[in-house]
């Protein structure tokens, strides 16, 4: 399966952005899925889940300003980002097929080629 973002760029500090992730075949109905960022000299971090019935997780700095959404007919998964801080600044990767253990997802080896979002004044 290929996975492609889109949707990054520049904002500033309040704004707001919305990612995709668009897969090359049905997969989001069967799988799970998540979407992680790395910023620069940083590990990559989880930032949303969504399990393939629709369970939802956040990473606590995103609670409550991301949201995280499928649209099957579509393939896609999409991040909607609000309020929006010079912290959330990263390249954004989608990932999909991982699995989930006590409601934690754990990424597969197939991800997407990322996004830069860069939040700043």
């Known amino acids: 399966v290929r996975l492609v973002e889109s949707g990054g760029g520049w904002v500033q500090p309040g704004g707001s952005l919305r990612l995709s992730c668009v897969a090359s075949?049905?997969?989001?109905?069967?799988?799970?899925m998540g979407w992680y960022r790395q910023a620069p000299g940083k590990q990559r971090e989880l930032v949303a889940s969504?399990?393939?019935?629709?369970?939802?997780k956040y990473a606590g700095s995103v609670e409550g300003r991301f949201t995280i959404s499928k649209d099957m007919a579509k393939n896609t998964v999409d991040l909607q980002m609000n309020n929006l801080t010079p912290e959330d600044t990263a390249v954004y990767y989608c990932?999909?097929?991982?699995?989930?253990?006590?409601?934690?997802?754990?990424?597969?080896?197939?991800w997407g080629q990322g996004t830069q979002v860069t939040v700043s004044s």
């Open positions: 969504i399990s393939n019935f629709g369970a939802i």
């Open positions: 990932n999909v097929g991982g699995g989930i253990l006590s409601g934690q997802y754990y990424s597969s080896d197939t």
């Open positions: 075949h049905n997969v989001f109905s069967i799988n799970h």
